[in-house]
């Protein structure tokens, strides 16, 4: 078991070796399924937003669509378990990978996919694209072909706790600053019914979120802690599809939780935390995981419904919201925020008539933190802003701190004007409001 995860400049026979046999050991009935069933009608090419974004930049680049995307895999499957592709195999004229197929790979499924979900939505066939993308980033990190700054984030995550070095020592000065600087409580280390897990984003980033959090949580008076342990909600192994390094991530969660009594954990305003600890945490600890998971949004409307929670002052005017896929379409938390907004803004305006068809902001899977994805980051952003400027809306609230990080990045360097907004900062101060 290897918690490190590599980034190697130079690709050998090894490594394309070691790629085509995890890619063919992960072929189960599902994934062959999958890689059959494609019959190349090209309807999600036009869901994938960085197809969309080049299309809008008056290119069409063919390898952005979702299908050809897993080609590579297809052909492998091929290769072993129909009879035709190992006709060929016999008559030597197997699949031949060279080194620059696998630089290929990691453009394809580490920089321009986030696992956004949105083409197996369109697909006549049902096929699940990031469910094979995965596959494809697995087999590159088995071969030590993970994207530089990907693999450095993901090794401090296991090293220090955090992708971005936040320690135990750097966590509890951060929660001092934020406590004194927002003029809140914030527990630490408590036996309590909620365990609050912050992302190291919104703590370094945007702390602002953590300290509304806090407020609101105060606000309600529930028995609540933050954790020492447990102190980092994100899970760079799925990113990187490393099943040691996820399991080792949410080990830590795991203890933290336990030692303090917790019953339900609050995943912060970050997307992929959510999926891991809602979705992946219950299969790879299936008898210890015993903690209910939500979302921060999911939470208060929990408390609106239960009327713990009262909203009515208007605390921006007009506003559209920004779905994280991983929360949203993925983890069906699309009436949520739309029912908080409508409560604490004047003018809510959807960008979308179908929730689970938003789009990605461009950064999710670890697109963001990979400097080699800047272009297809920016060019997906491209789809994304036209779902704002068709509503005419410059603030743009969001669920996800990673969403945020990414959809802030590529406006500035794109030059636009949107304002990115987190929703529970939101909520904080609609609840301030309603104290004067
Ligand atoms: S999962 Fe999202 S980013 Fe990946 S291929 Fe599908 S639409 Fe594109
Ligand atoms: S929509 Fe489905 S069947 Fe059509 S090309 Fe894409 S993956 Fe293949």
């Given at each position: 078991m290897t918690l490190h995860v590599e980034h190697k400049e130079e690709i050998t026979e090894k490594e394309i070796e070691t790629f085509y046999n995890v890619c063919k050991s992960s072929i189960n009935t599902e994934v062959a399924s999958y890689l059959e069933a494609?019959?190349?009608?090209?309807?999600c090419a036009e869901a994938c937003l960085f197809y969309m974004g080049e299309n809008i930049s008056g290119r069409i680049d063919p390898t952005l669509t979702p299908a050809y995307k897993a080609d590579l895999l297809r052909d492998i499957y091929k290769e072993n378990y129909t009879l035709w592709g190992r006709i060929k195999k016999t008559l030597g004229l197997g699949v031949k990978i060279e080194p620059e197929d696998l630089k290929e790979q990691v453009r394809l499924a580490?920089?321009?996919?986030?696992?956004?979900d949105r083409c197996t939505k369109v697909c006549p066939m049902g096929i699940d694209t990031p469910r094979l993308v995965s596959i494809v980033r697995s087999a590159l990190t088995s071969a030590g072909l993970v994207p530089e700054d990907l693999a450095e984030a993901t090794n401090t995550a296991v090293e220090?706790?955090?992708?971005?070095?936040?320690d135990v020592p750097t966590f509890l000065s951060r929660i001092d600053f934020i406590s004194d600087e927002w003029e809140v409580e914030i527990p630490v280390d408590q036996k309590a019914d909620y365990l609050y897990i912050p992302s190291s984003i919104e703590l370094m980033k945007y702390p602002s979120s953590v300290a509304s959090t806090a407020k609101v949580l105060n606000h309600l008076g529930v028995s609540w802690t933050l954790s020492t342990k447990a102190h980092?909600?994100?899970?760079f192994g799925l990113f990187t599809q490393s099943k040691e390094v996820t399991r080792e991530l949410l080990r830590r969660i795991l203890e933290g939780a336990k030692e303090l009594g917790i019953k339900t954990i609050i995943a912060p305003e970050c997307g992929h935390a959510y999926q891991s600890m809602r979705f992946v945490a219950p299969n790879v600890f299936p008898r210890e995981w015993d903690f209910e998971v939500l979302n921060v949004v999911e939470f208060l409307y929990r408390m609106l419904e239960e009327g713990k929670l009262k909203l009515s002052k208007k605390v921006i005017d007009q506003i559209t919201l920004h779905d994280s896929c991983q929360i949203g379409?993925?983890?069906?938390?699309?009436?949520e925020p739309r029912e908080v907004l409508k409560l604490i803004a004047e003018e809510f305006k959807d960008?979308?008539?179908?929730?689970?068809?938003n789009i990605c902001c461009g950064g999710g899977g670890g697109v963001v933190v990979e400097h080699e994805a800047d272009y297809h980051r920016q060019k997906a952003f491209l789809a994304k802003a036209e779902l704002f400027d068709k509503v005419g809306v410059k603030n743009v609230a969001c669920y996800c701190a990673n969403c945020m990080l990414a959809l802030d990045r590529s406006s500035r360097e794109l030059n636009r004007d949107y304002r990115f907004l987190s929703l529970v900062d939101l909520v904080a101060e609609a609840i301030e409001e309603e104290g004067e």
């Open positions: 494609c019959v190349r009608c090209g309807l580490f920089y321009t996919c986030t696992m956004c220090k706790g955090s992708p971005l070095g936040v980092e909600a994100t899970n379409r993925r983890g069906g938390v699309l009436k960008s979308v008539e179908f929730p689970e068809k």
